[in-house]
């Protein structure tokens, strides 16, 4: 018994925003017996992910150990927690357990990926427990930005650990429950051994603001305006949108929804019984007749992303619908930074159109969905634990709040993506360092992101592209000249003529003086062949191609 | 005499910040003589010019016209107004004129490109006058951020046009002149026809603060910090460079100057003679020997441009310093948006290595060297122009600074690239679309935006590409078995076999099918073979692929 530990081990979220995967085990050493807290993605960039469609943690020593894991806890439905657990669970293969609204956007994922939804197992909040191997795992309701985020309170024989996933302060969250500072203390008199806790506005010195204060600005706003008002936000920002739809009709205007997301999470909100009072919706066809100044949209699309309904309007119609001059964009929400390029794009395009495009103003008609750093001292306090854990964060983050800490005398690390931590000692201690990265879900396919297939990419998508071909025949003689191709290259360089043709001269006199030993060799025909194209066309356009050779060879018959 | 008009045509920098190049003419239609203001660059990123070094207008037009052109005027040394100019010039041949410090950033940029300097003019601020055709132009200093940047008093026979170019209302500037509110009250009186102004800051409400805010702030943090200081800033903001020079001279701290920009600046304003008490600095061979305690290193790369020295220091050592737990990092700067990831990674990056990150705290470590929205409305009401065209801004910034305008009964417009305006009429009116766009410098050759070379780099970006060759012999049958190369894509995808091989397979087939018929044509056969790898890669994968196909005809002897 003494020999058994406590462990952590973060697979994702812990040095990032996104794509949280932790894991926490207990048992003697190597035979921990484990459970997952979320499952879920980041997304991909043109920098460093181009053409990616989903990045997922690497979770290749949870799948080496998967007969271990009692279970996977989504703590709630945003994609960061929850949006790789259909494409991973297969590799998994645990019970997962979840509420009632994150459970209905976990079954649609699930289903839509051919998974049997029967492992899914929908749980009432604390005081229900569910008892996995040796954690006794109970969802205690925060609020957040989405219905029915949840934070763990995990038993365990070394102790209590709570996980806050992510939360804010919120006495009157519009929809969900208020954060309950009652609830927080009657957890924290049993004594916590380990919090682990969201991280993501630590930088942020003001007390946070509830939900509540929107409604106020946002009816006014809405109220004043003299044509077409279409609002954006976070789909899963239910609350959010509840707030929105009730200033529209307030002010006589019917509300239609665009964006399948949209559609989902509202109905995913209706149906697991979190939304009971949503104002009536009319749909895009209906919208068309109604006048400007009587309609409100409400759209996805609020990081500007090129195929959400915000960006289809900015680029003319979408489903019948489309904004002109004396309509208003509205923003109820923060760009996250990553996104200010495609934001910006689409407040330009509706600037053109003679829209008045209205960002948050600051935080009047938008406000976040995680605790500032008061509201994180706050609880701090109210849960008192042994070890605080920062997580869900950059590794800023996560220093800056590990430093908080331990200025109160909590126990405290940074602990990043794969660093497995024995929390039975007295002090947090790395135990092993796991290999972790990130999994790319490219077309249908999982790949590495250290295969090399994207590296190739952002290679061709910098440098371009050559190819070249050339046939030796039975003799080791080229059988005509070179052929090259090239791509994603100027076709005139410093001479005035064909980059290609260019290069193709060169080979052609290289390979009038190549020897037969050099020709037979493929290696070294491959070398001097992208030597001379690289050379050729640093000299002509002062670029250094990615090349592909090909070299075909007649067969003596 | 009657016929003669005054124009106005932005070829960059209406519509977006950056690539400032506008055009004024004066004369009958057609025949206008012609001035340019400014002749910058932009800078190009993954998502839409990967792999281009810059971004440059696309002064066709103008080259088509350059008989016309009396003379290019530089307003100041920023990249995004200059930056163009040893690119271009050789298709324009107009003499260059701007102030001193301006000039000495000229002179090194076109001595780099081998133009020879004496087309260069340097010219004392008003009341110094160059006449060039139907214009005198007399510069009037203005505070911004970079020393001697200048407004520009044109006159011409259908009055005066003040363009503001980029400034701020400073009375406290370090580094140059002042913003004088007497000058412009004099320039006023006479009357001004026209207003071109910068736009950028036309969303900030609050009035702007002077570059001598920071000393005092700067000084406390600096002298505050126990280890080595680090501090990065634009290098081209010389008075930032010389405010963060003196505090950290007042705590006792040697200085280092780090990157190359930061050298040429410092000399660049040394030599012209703006700046005349710097503090003495070390170099890097010195500093390596001076306690950290004692020692501020001022560094390129405020942005988090990969190659700059904030980035080499996040990487680990360069130039013999590097930098540890203990040390501080301070962003003396704001990151312009689109550049938010850049920054972060830098960011974190220190973070691990236990250094205390920084940024400008709300403003109190740096300010904008653009005048906010009531400083615009002071310049405007100072002025008092009959039109006042928006430039320096994206569409959205534009069409705000016109409606503000607009309500105080300026005559005004959204004028964006391209757009030639008649400013002879009482409101501007719009006369020809000119064409306009973007020119990439990519590697050392200028190719145009839409000549489609980026465009297939980003294709092989998102998608990968895959290589096809086929040999087909004289008889038009097919010689062997065609060979396939992929790059980019995934090695394996649905069936578990390599997708080279399942393409291979795939096209053997074909082949062996396909009648001589369609075989002897290259279009048709490239187009089978096309649509056969991209069927595979679909199903094997779920990508489509960017294909090339190499179809060697071997020579009947």
Redesign the interface.
């Known amino acids: 018994m003494t020999k058994d530990r406590l462990i952590y081990l973060p697979l994702g979220g812990a ?1 990032e925003i996104g794509m949280n995967a932790y894991v926490y085990g207990y048992g003697p050493e190597g035979k921990e017996r484990l459970i997952l807290v979320d499952l879920g993605v980041t997304f991909p ?3 460093s992910s ?2 990616v469609d989903l990045i997922l943690p690497d979770t290749a020593w949870l799948e080496a150990n998967a007969h271990r894991l009692e279970a996977i806890f989504i703590t709630h439905a945003h994609e960061d927690h929850i949006g790789a657990l259909a494409h991973l669970w297969p590799r998994l293969k645990a019970p997962v357990y979840a509420r009632r609204f994150t459970g209905r956007i976990a079954e649609m994922k699930l289903d839509e990926a051919g998974i049997a939804t029967d492992i899914l197992h929908i749980v009432a909040p604390r005081p229900d427990t569910v008892n996995v191997g040796p954690f006794k795992v109970q969802f205690v309701p925060v609020s957040h930005s989405i219905p029915e985020s949840s934070a763990l309170v995990i038993d365990t024989p070394a102790g209590r650990i709570v996980h806050t996933g992510d939360f804010k302060l919120d006495g009157n969250p519009i929809v969900g429950e208020a954060f309950d500072p009652l609830l927080w203390h009657e957890i924290a008199k049993e004594g916590v051994r380990v919090m682990t806790c969201d991280s993501t506005n630590i930088f942020n010195p003001n007390p946070g603001r509830s939900e509540a204060t929107l409604a106020v600005p946002l009816g006014e706003f809405i109220a004043a305006q003299t044509g077409m008002v279409v609002a954006t936000t976070f789909a899963s920002n239910v609350a959010r949108l509840k707030t929105l739809a009730e200033a529209a009709q307030a002010s006589g205007r019917s509300i239609c929804m665009l964006g399948r997301a949209m559609k989902k999470m509202l109905s995913a909100a209706v149906e697991s019984g979190v939304l009971t009072d949503f104002p009536p919706i009319v749909t895009p066809e209906e919208a068309v007749h109604i006048p400007r100044e009587n309609l409100m949209l409400i759209v996805t699309g609020s990081q500007g992303e090129r195929r959400a309904a915000s960006a289809q309007l900015s680029r003319g119609k979408y489903l019948g619908l489309s904004m002109k001059d004396g309509d208003t964009f509205l923003f109820s929400s923060k760009t996250i ?2 996104n ?2 495609g934001v ?1 794009r689409i ?2 395009a ?3 159109m003679g829209v008045e ?1 209205v960002d948050d103003r600051g935080g009047l008609y938008h406000t976040s969905g995680h605790a500032n750093r008061p509201d994180l001292e706050a609880v701090h306090d109210l849960l008192a634990p042994e070890i605080l854990i920062p997580m869900h964060g ?3 983050h996560l ?1 800056e709040h590990a430093k908080i800490a331990m200025a109160k005398g909590i126990a405290s690390d940074v602990v990043t993506n794969g660093m497995m931590m024995d929390l039975t000692t007295s002090r947090p201690q790395v135990v092993e360092y796991i290999e972790t990265g990130r999994t790319y879900l ?4 999982l ?1 590495g992101a250290l ?1 090399g ?2 590296r ?3 290679r ?6 050559v ?1 070249v ?1 050339v ?1 030796i025949d039975e003799d080791d003689v080229p ?2 000249d070179a ?1 090259v ?1 090239t ?8 001479s005035g003529s064909s980059l290609g043709d260019q290069i193709e001269d060169e080979l052609a006199e290289f390979l009038e003086r190549a020897n037969n030993k050099l020709v037979a060799s493929d290696q070294k025909l491959d070398e001097a062949i992208r030597r001379i194209v690289r050379q050729v066309s ?1 000299e ?4 250094k191609p ?1 090349v ?1 050779v ?1 070299i ?1 060879r ?2 003596a018959e």
């Open positions: 040095g960039d043109m920098d181009p053409g930074p990553g200010e390029r910006i407040m330009n509706f600037s053109e495009v950059e590794h800023r220093r490219d077309g249908t396919v790949i295969d297939v994207v190739d990419r952002i061709m998508g910098l440098n371009g592209h190819l071909t046939i059988l005509g052929w191709e791509m994603g290259l100027a076709d005139k360089g410093r640093m002509e356009i002062g670029k990615e592909s090909v075909s007649l067969a």
